[in-house]
Nanobody
């Protein structure tokens, strides 16, 4: 059974940093795409970033480009999201999700609709 567990959230001041972890089990990371999503209170879930477990390709969405870095450690079956220069608008519950590639590509809508999800970790950016 596919399982994902996020950790690393917390309270941080604006401009600060956090590193989120997504530990996966029950499947081989190198056969999946991992996506990070977030959902703020009263808002829809939005896409943040994804990484391919096989070839390490990745992308970011405009809301975090230049501030967040996604990485993986296949040996540890873990994907990381390094978040720098955090802003109050980054406050949200952050989720990781795993999905199979679609024609060898990571497709976030596929991950969102058909993937396996973690329980989320709260990130609060406030002074």
């Amino acid at each position: 059974q596919e399982q994902l567990v996020e950790s690393g959230g917390g309270l941080v001041q604006p401009g600060g940093s956090l590193r989120l972890s997504c530990a996966v089990s029950g499947f081989a990371l190198d056969s999946y795409c991992i996506g990070w999503f977030r959902q703020a209170p009263g808002k829809e879930r939005e896409e943040v970033s994804w990484i391919s477990g096989s070839d390490g390709s990745f992308d970011y969405y405009d809301n975090v480009k230049g501030r967040f870095t996604i990485s993986k450690d296949n040996a540890k079956n873990t994907v990381y999201l390094q978040m720098n220069s955090l802003k109050p608008e980054d406050t949200a519950v952050y989720y990781c999700a795993a999905g199979r590639p679609v024609q060898r590509m990571c497709v976030m809508s596929w991950i969102r609709d058909f993937g396996s999800w973690g329980q989320g970790t709260q990130v609060t950016v406030s002074s």
